[in-house]
């Protein structure tokens, strides 16, 4: 943005993620840039330290939706003194801006010592302002008309955009050609996969096996054919992700007027050419001869034609729909019912004579029917297949093969419906470029956060809640309560006024209801290391391993909290997970003890608790629910879920849903008072918490650490790492653990009051400046030890701290805790999880459960699509099973089988992946947290998903049994229930089992495809089993979807006598056409259905197995 023209300039939250150094150094350039070249410029930030505040000519405080000051910074303190609001001297002016009109925390600032307190709303501060000298100044000059002959003649635009047109499609045609480069592993991956399945197609069509002119090779054909159809238009699918991706960075350039919608559009159009001419390319250069294809050299160049027309058709609607659709959800559900339409009407699944004639509309406007007209008329009215019929003379054998399924049987035609795909293609590129002009993205729901009117009520409303409704579980009662009632449970008040405010000061703390055993943690001489990045040894570093943490020796007691400091890259995440044992890769050396006996890691994960900072958590559960399954799975007999919600206060968020983070549910700082609760139940004694603080405001940031420090004060052992703290917060730890780059330790010892022991330490170091008055600490620490000014004093600050008198009382400390104090055991539990089997089963199953169940964004959409799809397909094959008198009739309904299995059983893999890859996220968590076992993890979602299939295929099942009239016998719809029930059962299994099997959902995604593609090869349909080479028949039976098509056409027509016409004008019974032609033979049922209860089987087990041994989490 400040590259461009703009004399404007919005910020908003620039210095998330950033430490305080370094947000410094950023305000500090953009104050230059505003007075060197008068730019206007708002910035928003979290968390300012007093010196990057400092920076700012003006403030803009807004509360509630209203100006409360806006004026120049040096006047803000006066303003809020006259109100009766005094900033104390340790306060950063900042955080007390934020404070100061909540009604929770502006007690603590009330400086009228002569007059009681009384709230000051929010009204009442704009009123004040309005009649302060700031406030009226802005008045005055705002009712003065402006001067309009100071008038910049650049504020007026005259031109929509920067640039010309020419230059504005060059710029993006250069930005798109870039990425396709950058891309490039997307397109290689493209190419490689159509050449791979063209490979494949002519190895299953083989030229030796196809003997043209010849009616009965005419399936063959046109199985071929159609194959290379929708293998060509599929690869295009891949468009609709690419274009989902992009669109939020577009959306934000055309607001931004960077350039049009056509400019983004059309270089997209155009670098698409030469990829569908290469892609087609490969398709008929590797297959036409291999087939055995029409031989004519204009026969292949019209093919190519066709397949480049149809493959610039498919980018093109796939575009399109990602356009309309906005989010990958919405998209992938139009595209499905689009491709539906398109796929079923194309004439080949059903014949266009069988269409009926109130859906015929759908087969004109389906780009698949042309695509499929143009290839199968350039085959067939090659001059080899110009052969009379034997029993019509009057008609060729390829006119004939073309009327069976209503084709066109004209050579001109071949030319229309070309014409038609690049028509088809040129639609959807200008519809594409009229969706990207008119259409804004899709709102985000965002979580309503209760106003603090409604707390009281809610809290009344969650104790009268009592306990939960799950009878299994203990909650916290009195009697359980009277058990530990001598004990100590009292919190200490020891938190600065700046972070407790006095209303919470004066209100008595409710101690945590259940006993722990006070632990502590030392650790001496600890490294850290990981193999070598290929890029370090490509730059000439010998060394096989690289070294993140350098003998890092520490200790952690209970009832300390400590800071564990440093800038981006000391490795203080490094540590805390080497510390907690989450790291699942590296060499780690040195001792970890926990209080004096020597870390087990399956025992530690009993007692400890790790927050981390990416707030992982399943997002369709409510707060309390958390806790609750949480508690259930880690503590042996009592919960204390009300408890620490008090503690955390979550109450006024009891029953909201957790959400995705950044779409919808909780706001930052409620989730990360949500993760320490999750871990706070699970009643561990040593904490470690991941930036707890990371990407919060002042006052969030404070409620987090309020809660910190309440559990610290329970006499737990809790550590944060922490980014960029103000002085409150900072100050509010006990200890600090110091880290530079390199992973050293440079202080580890107290802060002491006003961290004047930290200051002492380093103001002793020679050459060190004196930090100024009211300077944040933890900023001035950070800057003064810094890698360019220990180079600049010539010192090494890990030197230092090692020959250091602190360093000597530590090693102490370590040895003494590295001692077990006589008379205590080591850390034992008689079994490995809290829970037995059987309620970790039944813990993991309530949490899928009601997760499903309030997720109407799969689910919902799940039954939809089920219930569309049923109706499409019923209407399109109305009657099919009720009337089979020719060959047509038994092809039309084998289709239908096809095209109801495939088309919904694909569209479950897919779906279904989505959410595994989501809830896999929060499993290594909780995997890790020693919950439960992976297998009732595995078991629960199998299960969940198993009610939700058997009531989709039901439903699925009784519209297509009825519509399609089939044989109305309680037998036979039995045995169809179960074969779609097994279908869509190991069809999501497949999607569960390949994200189980892979690092993420996007590689799952590819495997699916590129296996399903071998799933409709050879699902019996496109090339009879009977048909296939030899080499490849093996495969037939490897395929599920060719068994479940058997299965389903078996056991309604297969024990049928009934009389049907083939082609050829021969009158044979169903039953023996199916066991001649396709290889079906009824007798053959039984081992049809153990085969897909063995289906189920596999991939049930393969999904446990990748759950229980795979872990892609890469630490």
Known sequence: MLVGPAKALFMDEISTGLDSSTTFQIVKFMKQMVHIMDVTMIISLLQPAPETYDLFDDIILLSEGKIVYQGPRENVLEFFESVGFKCPERKGVADFLQEVTSKKDQQQYWCRKDEPYRHISVPEFVAHFNSFHIGQKLDDELRVPYDKSKTHPAALVKERYGISNWELFKACFAREWLLMKRNSF??????????????????????????????????????????????????????????????????????????????????????????SLLESGIWIILTYYTIGFAPGASRFFRQFLAFFGIHQMALSLFRFIAAVGRTQVVANTLGTFTLLVVFVLGGFVVAKNDIKSWMIWGYYISPMSYGQNAIVINEFLDKRWSIPMPFNQSISVGKALL??????????????????????????????????????????????????????????????AGQHNLKSIEMSSPSAASIFEGLDMAMKDTLDNSILSASDQASTKKGMVLPFQPLSLAFDHVSYFVDMPAEMKGQGIEETRLRLLRDVSGAFRP????????????????????????????????????????????????????????????????????????????????????????????NPLKNSLVGLPGVDGLSTEQRKRLTIAVELVANPSIIFMDEPTSGLDARAAAIVMRTVRNTVDTGRTVVCTIHQPSIDIFEAFDELFLMKRGGQVIYAGPLGCHSHKLVEYFEAVPGVPKIQGGYNPATWMLEISSTAVEAQLDVDFAEIYANSELYRKNEELIKDLCTPVP????????????????????????????????????????????????????????DKGNKIHKQQDLMNLLGAMYSAVLFLGATNTSAVQSVVAIERTVFYRERAAGMYSPLPYAFAQVAIEAIYVSIQTLVYSILLYTMIGFQMEVGRFFMFYFFILMCFMYFTLYGMMLVALTPNHQFAAIIMSFFLSFWNLFSGFLIPRTEIPIWWRWYYWAS??????????????????????????????????????????????????????????????????????LNFQRR
């Open 403 to 464: 009327q069976s399924r209503g084709m066109y049987t004209e050579e001109f035609w071949y030319w229309i419906c070309v014409a038609a795909l690049l028509g088809f293609s040129l639609l959807f590129n200008l519809l594409f470029i009229v969706a990207l002009t008119y259409l804004n993205p899709l709102g985000d729901s965002k979580s309503v956060i209760l106003d603090e009117g409604d707390e009281n009520k809610n809290k009344k409303q969650s104790s009268s």
């Open 186 to 275: 997307v397109y290689i991956f493209k190419t490689t996969q159509i050449t791979i399945m063209s490979v494949i197609a002519f190895t299953v069509f083989f030229r030796t096996k196809m003997k043209a002119g010849l009616i009965e090779n005419g399936v063959k054909f046109y199985g071929a054919l159609f194959f290379s159809l929708i293998n060509v238009m599929f690869n295009g699918m891949a468009e609709l992700a690419l274009t989902i991706f992009r669109l939020p960075v577009f959306f934000k350039q055309r607001d931004f007027m960077f350039y049009p919608a056509w400019a983004f559009a059309l270089p997209i159009w155009v670098l698409r050419i030469p990829l």
């Open 559 to 650: 009832g300390v909290l400590t800071a564990l400091v440093g800038v981006s890259g000391a490795g203080k995440t490094t540590l805390m997970d080497v510390l907690a044992g989450r790291k699942t890769g590296g060499y780690i050396e040195g001792s970890i003890s926990i209080s004096g006996y020597p870390k087990n890691q399956e025992t530690f994960a009993r007692v400890s608790g790790y927050c981390e900072q990416n707030d992982i958590h399943s997002p369709h559960v409510t707060v309390y629910e958390s806790l609750v399954y949480s508690a259930w799975l880690r503590l042996a007999k009592e919960m204390f879920v009300e408890e620490v919600m008090d503690l955390v206060e979550l």
């Open 1040 to 1109: 599920p979807v060719a068994w479940t098509i058997y299965g389903l056409v078996t056991s309604q027509v297969g024990d049928k006598s009934d009389m049907v016409v083939t082609t050829g004008e021969i009158p044979i019974a169903i039953k023996d056409f199916l066991e001649k032609s396709l290889g079906f033979d009824y007798s053959f049922l039984p081992a049809v259905v153990a085969a897909h209860i063995g289906w189920v089987l596999l991939f049930l087990f393969v999904f446990a197995y990748g759950i229980k041994f």
């Open 823 to 878: 008379g205590t055991r080591d850390l034992h539990f008689p079994t490995t999880y809290s829970q037995d089997f059987f309620t970790q089963c039944k813990a993991c199953f309530w949490k899928q459960y009601h997760s499903y169940w309030r997720n109407p964004q799969y689910n919902a959409i799940r039954f939809f699509m089920t219930f569309f799809v049923g109706i499409i397909f019923g209407v399109i094959f109305w």
